[in-house]
């Protein structure tokens, strides 16, 4: 099949790529390298049936060029990350926004399916856990950038479902919790490879607020794995679903666990979220995903352990220290 990924170079987007091509697919990656890097395709850029494409998903006629020769879109180009999301919040909601309609609009023409990523990021503030598609999203004010990002993610996902509706546009949209692994840059404040750095270089680790918030760490294995699943399955289109890990950690025990995993002599410090944020910042405490749909459209969930996670993040940066 011949599959077009957006933000193919990017680190989601190169672990899938990798695996299409494994499987046997013809890939082309449209990337314009914002956030993405050649190097995450070095395993594939030799590979006959994979081409990259320097460019933007705002050129439309670039995308509609693509998306013609393509049988499956995978639309995963964004402006990611809530340190860039406060750094560059107009072009970051361009970027998301005016990007997913253009990618949208050209698979509306020959109704070529597409996946859309979105992001757990559209729950904000919601106090019932787990979190499933079908809750209340509920954001912070406007004044708080930060909100600029899940709002922009909730329209992508308003508009792929309108276009589900009216013109039955085969999409599926997939919420992404936090996903991590190898290849994932913490320049844009990811904290699990900002830790695995800091613990190899013997530089504190930064945990921000109190450190008791928690999240949940999925490998990017598995949800590359639930993504080709779900493309695969007729009954998931239209559809709105969870992916992640439901294994919850606050951030001070993963900063614990990344200092045993790397033997690292690094203190954690803690930083009030004012001296990395501006003011009015606000961060979820706890963040669970419910992903019950998930394993009963595609028979398989995200399982893979936190220090799995940690040891291939660790395997990779001490590969390219040693480089
Ligand atoms: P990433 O930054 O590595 O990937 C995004 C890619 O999009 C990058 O390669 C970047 O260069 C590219 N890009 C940005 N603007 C572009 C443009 N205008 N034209 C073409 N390419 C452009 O981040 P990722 O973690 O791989 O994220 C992939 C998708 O998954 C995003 O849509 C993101 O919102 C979603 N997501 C990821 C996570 C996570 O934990 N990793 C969580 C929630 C949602």
């Known amino acids: 099949m011949r599959i077009l990924i957006t933000g193919g170079a990017g680190f989601i987007g190169s672990h899938l790529a990798e695996r299409l091509i494994a499987d046997g697919h013809s890939v082309t990656a449209l990337d314009d390298l914002s956030t993405g890097r050649r190097d995450n395709l070095a395993a594939i850029a030799g590979n006959n049936r994979f081409r990259f494409v320097e460019g933007s998903i705002l050129d439309a006629p670039l995308v509609e060029a693509l998306a013609a020769e393509a049988e499956t879109i995978f639309h995963l180009a964004a402006a990611v990350g809530v340190k860039l999301i406060m750094e560059q919040p107009s072009r970051s909601i361009l970027t998301n926004v005016n990007g997913t309609e253009t990618v949208l609009r050209a698979a509306l023409r020959d109704r070529t399916p597409v996946f859309v990523a979105s992001t757990s990021e559209v729950y904000g503030k919601a106090s019932k856990f787990p979190f499933s598609e079908d809750d209340d999203l509920t954001i912070g004010a406007t ?18 479902l309108a276009h589900v509706r009216e013109a039955g546009l085969p999409a599926v949209i997939l919420r992404f919790f936090n996903t991590t692994g190898p290849r994932q840059t913490g320049r844009y404040g990811m904290v699990l490879p900002n830790f695995v750095q800091a613990a190899l270089e013997g530089r504190p680790l930064l945990v921000h607020g109190t450190g008791e918030q928690s999240r949940c760490f999925g490998h990017v294995a598995d949800a590359v794995e639930a993504m080709v699943r779900l493309m695969q399955r007729p009954e998931a289109r239209g559809e709105v679903f969870n992916v992640g890990n439901d294994q919850e950690v606050t951030i001070r025990q993963l900063a614990e666990e990344v200092i045993r995993a790397t033997g690292s002599r690094s203190e954690i410090r803690l930083v009030p979220y004012s001296d990395v944020y501006p003011e009015g910042f606000e961060d979820m405490a706890r963040r669970l995903p419910d992903v019950s749909k998930l394993e009963r459209a595609i028979g398989f969930r995200p399982r893979r352990p936190l220090a799995e996670i940690i040891a291939d993040i660790v395997a990779e940066k001490r590969a390219a220290m040693a480089a």
């Open 143 to 160: 004044r708080n950038l930060r909100w600029s990002y899940a709002c922009a993610k909730t329209l992508d996902e308003f508009l792929t």
